[in-house]
């Protein structure tokens, strides 16, 4: 038995939370970096030797965020056994959402027929599944809910500029979702440790769309509606974040690094996985990694990995888990979940 310390213990009229379902779905479409050969100047050398990345999925012309999500979400519905109408609320994590508003989430609501749903979207960028992680553990640990549905969806190719190469080669789409519930006699979601730092929120940005510049017609020539990164910066701000972030919330349930059955840090670049989990003193058979497959997918990337990694195998009743994120604003967070 794994000894730790559980941070909600000492609040007793709370309930715990517990992932107990969990689903992801991504497009049919593969963009390969042969492919992407012949639409920038770059090589599969040259990304796989920077990013890790051989691969990503592309959604098609028709298909919206809010699709990508619903089809998670079934997904994670059916892993926990439970009905549409059985859900409380509906949290979505994205940067792509089917338009500002309404929200994504209800646009899920409905196509999911949850009906008695409450339904919001939150912003974190890449951090967002473990922010709303955070936020839905609260609706459910004070018995405001009983069943919470968080979804990180993306569809990073709508925003992505096809002729920057140090861009385009990096993002894909797809989602992840979970169902939130309180599971008798588990801890589950031990804690979390979310983090900003709004100073530096150029490193990584969409400059156009919202109010501070409208689109227009100038705003979409000049390109201002892609996504635009710093990724020196953005490499060096996110290691050292997700690091502190992780170490912080494995002190706080006096845990160490190898009391971790699976370390899944957000899926951005495979050697900023690699530094994270150096820092960290993790042994590589502890990370789960599956950027090679599916590119930076944004809030979608650690619910994909979760899925994964539990339909793998690879995470079974009982096992400690540490999720690790980072992501625009500058946002970063941790979470440790026993399964």
Known sequence: MTSFRHPRS????????????????????????????????????????????????????????SDLATEASKRALANAGITPDQVDLIIVATITPDMLFPSTACLVQQKLGATRAAAFDIEAACSGFVYALDIASHFVASHTYDTVLVIGAEKMSSVIDWTDRNTCVLFGDGAGAAVLQNRPNAHGLLTTCLGSDGGKAGLLEQPAGGSACPATADSVAKGMHFLRMDGKQ?????????????????????????????????????RIIDAVGEQLGADPAQLFVNVDRYGNTSAASVAIALDEAVRQGRIERGDLVLLVV??????????????
């Not at 969990?22 to 050969?37: C, K, M, Q, W």
């Not at 980072?326 to 399964?339: K, M, R, Y």
Request: charged share 20%.
């Open 234 to 270: 953005t490499f060096k701000n996110a290691v050292n974040a997700m690091a502190a972030a992780a170490t912080e919330a494995l002190a706080r349930c006096e845990l160490s690094i190898s009391q971790i059955k699976c370390v899944i840090p957000h899926q951005a670049n495979q």
């Open 10 to 65: 000492s609040r007793p009229h709370l309930r715990t939370v517990s992932i107990t379902g969990v689903g992801s779905y991504v497009p049919e479409r593969i963009l390969t970096n042969a492919e992407l050969e012949k639409i920038v100047e770059t090589s599969d050398e040259w990304i796989t030797s920077r990013t890790g990345i051989k691969e990503r999925r592309i959604a098609a012309p028709g298909e919206a965020t």
């Open 326 to 339: 980072f992501g625009a604003g500058l946002t970063w967070g941790a979470a440790v979940i026993e399964w």
